[in-house]
């Protein structure tokens, strides 16, 4: 699915979770202190915000205390983006590729490694890349997860400025709409920054954040 019905003035915020074995390597030898961003978790708490969390299994392991965090939050739903951010098709950012036949197992890796955590638990998924192709999609059937990808393209990995991201998100957004953003800090610098504007974006324009299942639903 890439976005919901198009009525009512929801849209669903939704925040990627990234880890490779690359990235566990970055922080073992302090290249990089953190990829995870606790001022976006921090701003939707205190904003009392709803969001949903596409989480890796090696992000959850590295980080059980931010996971444990955002399970206990009502307004946080937590979806899975595969064990170790794996290419699930060829030609993808150059993603460590998972193996045809280990798909299903990566991904049922993945809700296993979530499921402990409690909350609002989904089985919701997104590709890394959002790369699919048909022999992923029947891979991954057995699992009964829904596919997500989104409508709306932040393009937060990398940036070096908050306000185009502000405008992908304002120019593009539009009820039902999927909001993709990461949560990954050192990989996605400026979404801290430019989430407060997003969010006033959104209430200029009626438009309300609520959970992946809720837009899904139209609810
Ligand atoms: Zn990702």
Same mark, same amino acid.
């Given at each position: 699915?890439?976005?919901?019905?198009?009525?009512?003035?929801?849209?669903?915020?939704?925040?990627?979770?990234?880890?490779?074995?690359?990235?566990?390597?970055?922080?073992?030898?302090?290249?990089?202190?953190?990829?995870?961003?606790?001022?976006?978790?921090?701003?939707?708490?205190?904003?009392?915000?709803?969001?949903?969390?596409?989480?890796?299994?090696?992000?959850?392991?590295?980080?059980?205390?931010?996971?444990?965090?955002?399970?206990?939050?009502?307004?946080?739903?937590?979806?899975?983006?595969?064990?170790?951010?794996?290419?699930?098709?060829?030609?993808?950012?150059?993603?460590?590729?998972?193996?045809?036949?280990?798909?299903?197992?990566?991904?049922?890796?993945?809700?296993?490694?979530?499921?402990?955590?409690?909350?609002?638990?989904?089985?919701?998924?997104?590709?890394?890349?959002?790369?699919?192709? @048909?022999? +992923?999609?029947?891979? %991954?059937?057995?699992?009964? *997860?829904?596919? /997500?990808?989104?409508?709306? =393209?932040?393009?937060?990995?990398? @940036?070096? +400025?908050?306000?185009? %991201?502000?405008?992908?998100? *304002?120019?593009? /957004?539009?009820?039902?709409? =999927?909001?993709?953003?990461?949560?990954?800090? +050192?990989?996605?610098?400026?979404?801290?920054?430019? *989430?407060?504007?997003?969010?006033?974006?959104?209430?200029?324009?009626?438009?309300?954040?609520?959970?992946?299942?809720?837009?899904?639903?139209?609810?």
């Amino acid at each position: 699915m890439d976005h919901g019905p198009r009525t009512g003035n929801r849209v669903a915020l939704t925040f990627d979770a990234d880890m490779t074995d690359g990235m566990l390597q970055n922080l073992r030898t302090g290249r990089v202190k953190s990829y995870a961003n606790l001022r976006i978790v921090d701003l939707l708490e205190r904003e009392q915000i709803p969001a949903t969390f596409f989480l890796t299994g090696k992000w959850v392991q590295r980080y059980p205390e931010v996971t444990r965090r955002l399970a206990g939050n009502p307004r946080f739903e937590l979806a899975n983006h595969t064990y170790g951010h794996e290419a699930f098709t060829g030609d993808c950012y150059d993603l460590p590729r998972v193996r045809a036949t280990g798909m299903t197992d990566n991904v049922a890796r993945t809700f296993r490694a979530i499921e402990p955590y409690g909350g609002r638990q989904t089985r919701y998924f997104r590709f890394p890349g959002l790369c699919h192709d @048909a022999a +992923a999609l029947d891979a %991954l059937a057995p699992l009964g *997860l829904t596919v /997500v990808d989104g409508d709306v =393209v932040s393009g937060d990995p990398f @940036a070096t +400025a908050w306000e185009p %991201l502000v405008r992908a998100v *304002l120019d593009n /957004v539009r009820p039902g709409s =999927v909001v993709i953003m990461h949560v990954t800090e +050192a990989n996605a610098r400026m979404t801290d920054e430019a *989430l407060p504007h997003i969010l006033a974006g959104l209430r200029e324009r009626g438009l309300v954040p609520a959970t992946l299942s809720e837009v899904l639903a139209g609810a």
